[in-house]
């Protein structure tokens, strides 16, 4: 399995951001998939979950600013971000849940006081 996220840049506080996450080598559409995000120093940590059915979940530092959506033709995961602030610097990672190899490089997001 291979993961590509991209989207990932500087941006003042407030502002917003869409990432976006290609996978490939499996069958994208019957697993869910998940955004996680990893700050300088600190451990990874869960962001945003979308199922195979579409139903999502949101960690609460991230409810009611982010969206998580995907588009199984393309085999592509998103995460839309508004809103964002400093305590959302982070690498971000898709990952396929139940796979444990599926970890892509990540993609770096840099908010700006």
């Known amino acids: 399995v291979q993961l590509q996220a991209s989207g990932g840049g500087l941006v003042e506080a407030g502002g917003s951001l869409r990432l976006s996450c290609k996978v490939s080598g499996v069958n994208f559409a019957i697993y869910a998939m998940s955004w996680y995000r990893q700050a300088p120093g600190k451990q990874r940590d869960l962001v945003a979950t979308i199922t195979a059915g579409g139903a999502t979940d949101y960690s609460d530092s991230v409810k009611g600013r982010f969206a998580i959506s995907r588009n199984n033709a393309r085999k592509t995961v998103y995460l839309e971000m508004n809103n964002l602030n400093l305590e959302d610097i982070s690498v971000y990672y898709c990952?396929?849940?139940?796979?444990?190899?599926?970890w892509g490089r990540g993609t770096l997001v840099t908010v700006s006081s």
């Open positions: 990952h396929v849940e139940g796979l444990q190899a599926s």
